[in-house]
């Protein structure tokens, strides 16, 4: 009897020790499982809250021209500066999503770009009210006005402005109802071009070489050129063009009072006087050119229809061994483009037919883009080659069909439609001397209508003329060209995600995904226990 007690109590001993093991064992399954699955919890609310922050800051780009992106061009650059470079925005950066909507995120990106591939960039924004200081810093490097809504470049003494509406390609027959109130910023804008402005600008501040002009544009304090066909818009799109480029532009120099002097300017800019120059402003010009005999200058010459007599420039002109014809070139309707024009007296583009012109000689043409495009020549007057033995070349760069005729312009009947024949409307003359063994050069560039620049031509990316005038003084002058960057396209699809919708994926991590968890978990430890 008592050793069956003491069997049954050993028995009973067995099964208490052998279900305190299998609680073990189930405590540790199951503990195991649940920190395990605590852990990869854990794990994802981390991973998700990373990217929750990175997506805080970056754009995830669906668009085909990549237009949060910077190209390598860019990139190259920018990462080899050697110069503190400052890009100011004159307007507080949380209004920039006011006056641009969406849009704001791509200024925001491109300009974070910059400052993330060097650490010589840097990029502040201010208010010019707010922060008079720090405006009157920036106005004491420019000669213009800055106002509120403007990009400053700056680097040492040397600064560029521009608007910011200028970073986009506008449609021009939708810019007044945006104004208006009656559509949306973003429904006005085709295209992106902030990169290649901010690029350039970059280049232009740093350029130890920069090469100056001097534009002519007054005479006794009136224009110099007629301003009856928008002249003074060829000139202002001819100005923008040159800043746009990388040249130091002087405007409004007039021809009866400014010095000329080679020491302050490597290029003229002479636009088609509607009346005659004087014989000291002949020699001014001639003075310039000639730089004590050491040459190494450019004088760019537009002539026009609009002009009058000109005895004295003519013989100038001759000099150089050209003379400009009493005409304009017109061509068969297939040898001719539509373009349009701007109209002066009705603020707006008019369509008219103008001769296209084929690009005589390549050698002053290497920074075009796309050399395919056409180049137009409305209203061109023929140039012609007078022979003459003193050394100076002319060079035809752009030339009208076989099939273009003159029309006189001082006898409207005097039209020969069966005299045709290939006419040269765009030339530079070189003059070489041999100087100490050393061959210098001075060159004048002859355009021979001011239309040729027409503010709509040469901001129209379908014509080539604006481009190939600049490849030519880059050429002539020695300056490295620009970076060509185009234009990217904002039809295509892209994920705009705001930043309230990033604030509420922000709350939804980090507060109601943890405190579904902690739910979980507290339900999980009630069951646990109730079993």
């Known amino acids: 009897m008592k050793e069956n007690t003491q069997e049954m109590l050993h028995s009973d001993q067995l099964d208490d020790k052998q279900r305190k093991k299998l609680k073990f064992r189930k405590k540790l399954k199951y503990g195991t499982m649940a920190t395990a699955v605590t852990a990869v919890v854990i794990v994802v609310v981390v991973l998700i809250n990373v990217l929750v922050s990175m997506l805080a800051d970056v754009r995830i780009d669906l668009t085909e021209d990549h237009v949060y992106d910077v190209s390598e061009e860019t990139v190259d650059y920018v990462k080899n500066l050697d ?66 809504g403007c ?8 600064c560029k402005v521009y608007r ?12 007044y109802e945006y104004m208006y109130g009656y559509c949306s910023f973003s429904e006005i804008i085709t295209g992106y071009k902030g990169e290649q402005m901010l690029t350039n600008a970059i280049m232009n501040v740093t350029d130890a070489n920069v090469k100056r002009v001097g534009m002519i544009e ?46 302050e300017y490597d290029i003229l800019v002479l636009p088609a006087p509607v009346n005659d120059l004087s014989v000291d402003a002949i020699e001014r010009l001639t003075d310039f050119l000639h730089n004590d005999g050491t040459q190494g200058k450019q004088l760019l010459y537009i002539a026009d229809y609009t002009q009058g007599d000109t005895p004295n420039l003519d013989a100038f002109l001759k000099e150089w061994n050209i003379v400009i014809g009493d005409s304009v070139i017109n ?16 603020n707006r583009g008019q369509a008219m037919i103008a001769p296209s012109v084929t690009i005589a000689t390549t050698d002053y043409s290497g920074s075009l883009e796309n050399a395919s495009l056409p180049i137009v020549a409305p209203f061109a007057r023929p ?17 009208t069909s076989e099939s273009s005729y003159e029309v006189s312009l001082t006898d409207s009947e005097a039209t020969d439609t069966s005299d045709t024949g290939a006419h040269t409307v765009a030339c530079i003359v070189q ?49 490295e060209a620009s970076t060509v960057i185009a234009s990217k396209s904002m039809a295509a699809a892209t994920l705009d995600i705001t930043t309230d919708q990033i604030d509420v994926i922000k709350w939804v991590v980090w507060l109601a995904i943890p405190a579904l968890v902690v739910a979980g978990g507290v339900v999980m430890a009630i069951r646990r226990r109730s079993r």
């Open 164 to 175: 910011l509406l200028e970073m986009f390609d506008i449609d021009s027959n939708k810019y």
């Open 331 to 346: 061509d068969a309707d297939e040898k001719s483009q539509v373009v349009n024009t701007y109209d002066v007296y009705y």
């Open 431 to 479: 003059n070489q001397q041999n100087v100490n063994n050393e061959i210098v050069e001075s060159d004048l560039l002859v355009l021979s209508s001011m239309s040729m620049l027409d503010t709509m031509i040469v901001s129209d990316t379908a014509y080539n003329n604006g481009e190939y005038v600049i490849s030519a003084l880059n050429t002539l002058c020695g300056k």
């Open 383 to 399: 140039i012609t080659e007078e022979k003459a033995n003193n050394g100076r070349v002319v060079i035809p760069l752009w030339q």
């Open 218 to 263: 007054a005479a006794n304090e009136n224009y110099i050129f007629s301003a009856t066909q928008g002249n003074a818009y060829v000139i202002e799109s001819l100005a923008t063009l040159l800043d746009d480029n990388g040249y130091d532009v002087t405007r409004g120099l007039d021809i009866a009072t400014a010095e000329l002097s080679p020491d």
């Open 83 to 148: 110069q503190d470079v400052e890009i100011a925005i004159s307007v507080e950066q949380d209004t920039l999503q006011d006056l641009f909507g969406t849009t704001e995120m791509i200024i925001s990106e491109t300009l974070s770009k910059y400052e993330d591939y060097s650490d010589h960039v840097s990029v502040t924004f201010f208010d010019t009210t707010k922060d008079p200081d720090v405006l009157s810093k920036y106005q004491t490097l420019y000669n213009g006005d800055i106002s509120s």
């Open 151 to 158: 990009v400053i470049v700056a680097s040492g003494e040397r």
